[in-house]
């Protein structure tokens, strides 16, 4: 019956063939520009560690003085509070993360003088992260205490300045300083970049130290997220009043991090009783709750998500006028098919059918279109452009919301059709 | 020509007619608001700087091992030295450049009273006059307005601020000699400049776009790799292609940062490239959308004209001109866009509502909705016209065919 009504649709569409195009054409469109936005949507609003997320855990408290009745927390923490916290261990796995600009060096190497953003953290970070290595490891515990003098480099600077070979225990020049490598990680892009506390797509940074060690070779030149006074000696932060190191804890299940969240309330309240708070509101998100309250999809992205779906209805309400129109210029045959003895239903199905032809047909289109448009936003010179791909779940949703659009489209027509009184129509002919 | 006939006509093809109704409210309230979006985003990238984009560029050095005041003085000899340059002057920040002296403010020394988040450029001697800022009050900067900094700004200063500025800050009096503070540091109005636009966006939207303050600085250890560079408008390429062969020389020790320093004309273009890029895609969306809602329109009535062929045959038969067969589908079209148009005025105020909600926009001023309807009333007609000409076209002996 499928096939039959497939070949009846496939006629009819041949009959008209500048009314299926516009169909066509309009279901395209509005799929094209919809999947467009929805897939970098979907890419920038992904989950950066999936299965894991629900664990990873930012909290916050507020240590600037000057906002004693702040709602919310300040986003990052002063020196003092973020360590005190750190050094606790109150939870499963826990990370400080600073980054600073930095002169890179290879001494063996010819290249200029690089400056490059350097992360500096905690032991923790790589398995907390999922961070994954190509050579070497991260270092211990013991080098975060001691300050030893190593880092960890990205694959793409070992590209760089080592054409790719195994360069543990080699040396690199950070400002001032000789520092060895022990490890060189794989290709690693989480998407956003959620450990910077500010959401970003860029990608992770290509020198990697321990926190204690960062401090000391990078003195001086650390950025404030924020100060509530002017520090006495700019970029260096270590006393002064202002927020700029981010701590992330990893928590295993509820009841640890509601003993956590507990924790670092009571910390804030006790900090304020010894007067170096003003403030204890405290806050506790976990890794995909943070990211949706800091808003980390650009709202020009999100923007245009609504408009392309806006766009989509446009076409949604042509499509059905169009279906509508076709359907009961056809009523004169129909009327021969029903008299002929088909049923309501299958003159509503032999509808639908056409209705979900015309769907493939602009899904295909859609896709097309949707392909084009992801390589427009791909030359947009934006942090994420290098991330913008199909993706099989897109590509499959591209043709289910155009068939989906189509049918939605074809059902009200194809009621109508299906109402069409035999008697009437064949008195004309 | 009758408007009753139509509209029973119409009624008799209620749900084509709703429905062809409604695509066209939709597409009036997100033309109205796309417009709308396009002309705020187009505003906000006229805005007016205040110093000789075409003259100015930024370069910048970082040098972190460099004697600051030694590297200040072999950039601003060295650079100078080269054909096509006016003057070279340090400074932290540029308009459309990374800000660098973002700040509270406050008008008493106690700090309780704010005057909101400003951006201070802290300038060294020349850069006035290179910037191009123009003066509405006070006199220039003079050679012993130039203080010394420590840590963050001098201490103690004489100040330049702009109109928006002092508007805000003193509303209804005389700018000139009034006291702010930020912390411990206190500054004294002494001019007012007609505009300087801050570094990035103000904090608090379009408003606060041009609250910088021009602090009259002597170079140093803080206040160093920054440099304002002023050339002849034609030379500028010039210099900025030579600029780094120069410095690889003069500072050998320092890093070129490429990205950092560029025209204060190619700097703007960065900064607002997200903004044309929506524009675009916004230009793009109104394009497509008029289109899709003209071939709406195209298609329905040329269903109709298909279906009518008879009417249209007996009533050319029974005297009716062409002319007005081509009126009764025009007048149709209007009367179907009017009440597309009125749902729409409705559902374009409404979308506005929530963009404002979400997007921290303006209300849609009232003169959009007309502008809209106009639109779409033209949009219409054009689209209709086709068929309603072919539907004039049909023989009165159409009606005495059978089909």
Redesign the interface.
């Known amino acids: 019956m499928f096939a039959y009504y497939l070949d009846l649709a496939l006629r009819s569409l041949k009959r008209n063939k500048v ?1 299926t195009a ?2 066509v ?2 279901i395209a ?2 799929i094209g ?1 919809s999947m467009t936005t929805l897939t970098v949507m979907h890419l920038l609003s992904g989950d950066p560690l999936p299965g894991r997320s629900g664990q990873i855990f930012f909290p916050q408290l507020n240590p600037d003085a ?1 906002r004693p009745h702040a709602k919310e927390p300040s986003a990052v923490m002063d020196y003092h509070s973020a360590v005190d916290l750190w050094s606790a261990r109150r939870a499963d796995r826990q990370a400080l993360i600073v980054d600073s ?3 890179v060096v290879a001494p063996d190497a010819t290249l ?4 490059l953003d350097m992360l500096s953290t905690t032991v923790d970070f790589f398995p907390m992260f999922e961070v994954p290595f190509r050579y070497g490891s991260s270092w211990s515990a013991d080098d975060d205490a001691k300050h030893s003098r190593v880092a960890v480099i990205s694959d793409d600077l070992n590209d760089k300045l080592f054409g790719g070979v195994d360069s543990v225990g080699r040396t690199l020049r950070l ?2 300083s000789d520092v060895r490598i022990v490890g060189v990680l794989k290709p690693w892009r989480p998407v956003p970049l959620f450990y910077e506390a500010w959401g970003a797509y860029t990608k992770p940074q290509d020198v990697m130290t321990p926190f204690s060690t960062g401090l000391e070779i990078n003195d ?2 650390f950025q404030q997220y924020n100060c509530w ?6 970029g260096h932060l270590q006393d002064a009043p202002c927020s700029w190191v981010t701590l992330w804890v990893q928590l295993d299940d509820a009841a640890k991090a509601g003993a956590y969240q507990r924790f670092v309330a009571d910390y804030a309240a006790q900090q304020k009783s010894t007067g170096r708070f003003t403030s204890t509101v405290t806050r506790l998100r976990n890794l995909m709750r943070w990211l949706d309250y800091i808003g980390v999809v650009p ?2 992205v ?3 998500m609504w ?2 779906f ?2 989509l ?3 949604l ?2 499509t ?3 279906l ?3 359907f ?2 056809r009523a004169g045959e129909l009327g021969v098919r029903r008299a002929l003895g088909a049923t309501r239903g299958a003159v509503f199905a032999q509808c639908l059918v056409e209705a979900g032809l015309i769907g493939l047909l602009g899904g295909v289109g859609g896709w097309l279109l949707t392909l084009a448009g992801l390589w427009l936003v791909g030359r ?3 942090d994420y452009a290098d991330l913008i791909r199909l993706d099989l779940p897109m590509f499959l949703t591209t043709f289910a919301l155009a068939i989906a659009t189509s049918l939605l489209a074809g059902l ?1 027509p194809a009621v ?1 059709a299906s109402r069409v009184v035999p008697a009437l129509q064949l008195k ?2 | 020509m009758q408007i009753r006939p139509i509209l029973s006509a119409l009624r008799h093809h209620r749900l084509a007619t709703l429905l062809i109704a409604l695509e066209i409210a939709l597409a009036c309230a997100v033309l109205c608001n796309a417009c709308f979006l396009i002309a705020v985003r187009v505003s906000a990238m006229a805005i007016h700087s205040g110093v000789d984009e075409t003259a100015l560029a930024q370069i910048k050095l970082d040098c972190d091992d460099c004697n600051a005041s030694d590297l200040n003085a072999r950039v601003l000899s060295g650079l100078g030295k080269l054909p096509g340059v006016q003057s070279v002057s340090v400074i932290n920040a540029v308009p459309f450049g990374d800000h660098a002296g973002t700040a509270g403010i406050t008008l008493d020394a106690a700090g309780q009273h704010s005057g909101g988040v400003v951006d201070f450029y802290a300038a060294g001697p020349g850069s006035f006059q290179a910037l191009g800022l123009q003066l509405l009050a006070g006199p220039l900067p003079k050679q012993d307005d130039f203080r010394a900094i420590t840590n963050f700004l001098p201490a103690d200063a004489s100040v330049w601020v702009t109109r928006a500025l002092a508007d805000h800050l003193w509303p209804d009096a005389n700018p000139l000699g009034k006291e702010f503070w930020m912390d411990k540091f206190h500054f004294r109005v002494a001019g007012v400049l007609e505009h300087l636009a801050r570094p990035g966006g103000g904090e608090g939207g379009p408003l606060t776009r041009e609250w910088s303050v021009y602090v009259p600085t002597q170079p140093g250890a803080q206040l160093s790799g920054n440099y304002l560079l002023r050339a002849e408008p034609a030379q500028l390429q010039q210099v900025l292609r030579d600029a780094p062969a120069a410095l690889a020389k003069i500072a050998p020790d320092a890093v070129f940062d490429k990205m950092a320093s560029r025209s204060i004309g190619a700097l703007r273009d960065g900064y607002f490239q997200a903004d044309r890029a929506m524009a675009g895609i916004l230009i793009g969306v109104i394009a497509a959308l008029l289109l899709v809602t003209a071939l709406g329109i195209v298609g329905l009535a040329s269903f109709w004209v298909a279906q009518r062929r008879r009417q249209i045959g007996i009533r050319r038969a029974i005297g009716a001109t062409r002319g007005d067969i081509l009126r009764y589908f025009q007048i149709e079209n209007f009367l179907i866009v009017t009440f597309g148009i009125v749902l729409g005025m409705l559902l374009a105020y409404a979308l506005n509502l929530l963009l404002m909600m979400q997007y921290e926009l303006p209300r849609l001023p009232l003169y959009y909705l007309p502008v809209g309807a106009l639109i779409l009333w033209v949009l219409g007609q054009l689209a209709v016209l086709g068929p309603a000409l072919r539907a004039a076209a049909v023989p009165p002996v159409v009606a005495t065919r059978s089909v």
Not at chain 1, 112 to 115: A, E, K, S, T
């Open positions: 009314l516009l169909m054409l309009a469109v509005g520009a000057s600009m930095i002169k200029p003088p690089l400056r400002g001032g001086g030149h006074h002017i520090p006495d000696t700019p709202s020009d999100r923007l245009q408009l392309a806006a766009f209805a446009i076409c309400f042509n059905v006028g169009l509508l129109a076709k009961l210029r947009q010179p934006t009200l109508r004309v002919l």
